[in-house]
């Protein structure tokens, strides 16, 4: 479960529109790809990659330099990605 993991996740998705409605998912280092639940606060794991794809993944998005780009640009929707750390505690 995603709260007894403990490491770095790649957290992406959108929200907005007509419902308000976010879509929240988590890739976590271990290749995992969870699904946030709005409506339940649930998580459900939807994939789970192998390990070399996701750390060609990983590795693409630090050579990116997306931490670095200003994108802002309103609308009905949104979209975001963030890496974000978690611990358990």
Known sequence: MLDQYSGTSIVFGDGGGFTGLVNEYKLTTDGR???????TGDTVTVATLNKKATANIYSKLQESGIDTLSFDHPGNKYYFTQVSQEWNS
């Open 33 to 39: 790809i969870i699904l946030l639940k709005n409506m």
